[in-house]
């Protein structure tokens, strides 16, 4: 076998170059690039509803109505505050006139007037969406317009959207309504705008009593979270296996 | 083989070729799994931005503060501290240098309804409703607002 000067340099060229690039396909990430990457993010934001404090002023969701642009006057809402009133003969009653947007200034309850010698127990639960781990809305959806974003916020996308309506029947708690003006789904987005900032979501600001908070669970050291991990609290309609993002304080077996 | 087996055919594969080919040019590039999985994170990655330019109303406590420092004063320390100021004076939006789309200029709320979202007497004992300073509406003082009297700002003042 023979071999020139020529060859030999052609071929040890060829052999470095050929070994040097897959070495440079392979690129040294930081910790933070290496999350990024795989759609990990540093915030999983949940809700923390403590029902003991919750007056039932419904200040949370008239700032949410303005704040979000929803129709101040129509019979839609993202987050609502519902009523119960357990009577001493073990009737439960429940209501949500405009989803507790004007408050409760009386105790009458679809033309029933409630003494309040009869009353046993009664209680104010806010709602809204849960930012469920499992969303069953975004499952249903056939067009990819709603998602969940890599901190666990459910969104719309009203330019995709086309109005179908199923995420709205799929949702066990009724947070997702038509949007009478854009025509299509709409929901809690968690103040997404809000929080982006570094805002609390309008409800949450708005709260006067610290009924309504939110969590960051990968923040160990955010007091809301610390609350979550170390107190007993409970989530809405456990057995759909949504695993609502909602976490309730003094819930009662009552509220469904 | 025979044109009523072949006309079909070429129909719907010419169909299926419009619906794929369509698609590429209709659905926005950056349409893509980005969340965890493509049950729940496919989505068109502009969406984010959109809902992050959604303009911002309810300013916050603190940017009140800097130019309104003698209700400020009245205010800190008094039982309705916790208040944002934003729940009876309306959203601030870009006040004080103009008025977002879909919301008023910055408007006083002092009707007799708002202070008895948390004021009226509703006879709630075991809540926490219960334990705020109430009044029955029919018999205090009937339609007239309250801040007459009490001053919103700290209501332990005389108005």
């Not at chain 1, 642009?69 to 519902?82: I, Q």
């Not at chain 1, 046993?120 to 990819?144: E, I, L, M, R, S």
């Not at chain 2, 369509?22 to 068109?44: A, K, S």
């Not at chain 2, 709630?124 to 705020?132: D, I």
Request: some cysteine; glycine content about 8%; aromatic content about 8%.
């Amino acid at each position: 076998m023979t071999c020139s000067r020529r060859d030999f340099l052609k071929e040890a060229a060829g052999t470095a170059a050929a070994s040097a690039l897959p070495l440079s396909a392979f690129v040294l990430l930081s910790p933070e690039e290496a999350r990024a990457a795989v759609a990990d993010s540093k915030a999983r934001y949940a809700f923390l509803i403590d029902t003991n404090k919750c007056i039932g002023c419904g200040l949370c969701v008239k700032a949410c109505k303005i704040e979000n642009e929803v129709p101040y006057d129509a019979p839609v809402t993202r987050n609502w505050v519902e009523r119960y009133i357990i009577t001493k003969d073990g009737k439960v009653h429940i209501d949500s006139p405009m989803g507790g947007r004007d408050g409760f200034l009386d105790n009458n309850m679809y033309g029933e007037e409630i003494d309040p010698e009869d009353i046993a127990k009664t209680f104010f639960v806010p709602k809204g969406c849960n930012h469920c781990d499992n969303p069953p809305c975004v499952q249903v959806c056939p067009v990819g317009a709603t998602y969940q974003t890599n901190e666990g916020v459910v969104l719309i996308d009203r330019d995709w959207c086309m109005g179908c309506a199923y995420c709205i029947m799929a949702c066990p708690f009724g947070a997702r309504f038509f949007h009478p003006v854009h025509k299509v789904a709409d929901k809690c987005t968690f103040c997404y705008h809000r929080i982006k900032k570094g805002l609390l979501p309008a409800c949450v600001q708005a709260c006067a009593f610290g009924a309504r908070r939110i969590a960051n669970l990968k923040d160990l050291d955010d007091p809301a979270t610390k609350v979550i991990m170390t107190e007993r609290v409970a989530v809405l309609k456990d057995l759909y296996g949504t695993k609502p993002h909602a976490f309730y304080l003094g819930l009662d077996h009552d509220v469904r | 083989m025979k044109r009523h087996v072949l006309n079909p055919l070429w129909a719907s594969l010419a169909i299926v070729g419009v619906i794929i080919g369509g698609g590429r040019f209709l659905v926005p590039d950056d349409f893509g799994v980005h969340g965890r999985n493509f049950t729940y994170g496919y989505y068109r990655l502009g969406s984010l931005q959109d809902w992050k330019d959604f303009p911002v109303k309810y300013q916050g406590r603190d940017s009140c503060t800097e130019c309104h420092e003698e209700n400020t004063r009245l205010n800190s320390g008094s039982v309705h501290a916790d208040i944002q100021c934003e729940n009876c004076h309306g959203p601030a939006a870009n006040h004080p240098d103009g008025v977002a789309d879909g919301v008023q200029s910055v408007s006083i709320d002092t009707s007799r309804e708002l202070c008895l979202r948390c004021h009226a007497y509703l006879g709630y004992t075991n809540s926490s409703r219960g334990a705020m300073p109430s009044v029955e509406d029919s018999r205090h003082r009937r339609r007239r607002e309250c801040s007459g009297c009490h001053n919103p700002h700290n209501p332990r003042e005389e108005s």
